[in-house]
């Protein structure tokens, strides 16, 4: 049929919202890279923070 993926926050697999849960079962890969990736962003750049939180804020709960 279809190969069509959605992404939601996971519940199961949260620390804080679950974002980094979903997007590593979204991705396919381990979500403890994700978390890594978002701390490096909100160390080096600012950033990572403000996109965990859009990202908390649109993406559904599964």
Known sequence: M???KKF???STDKKIAG???GLGE?????PTIIRII???ALLCFGSGFLIYLVIWLAAPEM
């Open 26 to 30: 979204y991705l396919e890969i381990d």
């Open 38 to 40: 978002f701390l490096v």
């Open 2 to 4: 279809s190969d069509y």
């Open 8 to 10: 939601y926050r996971s």
């Open 19 to 21: 974002v980094c849960g």
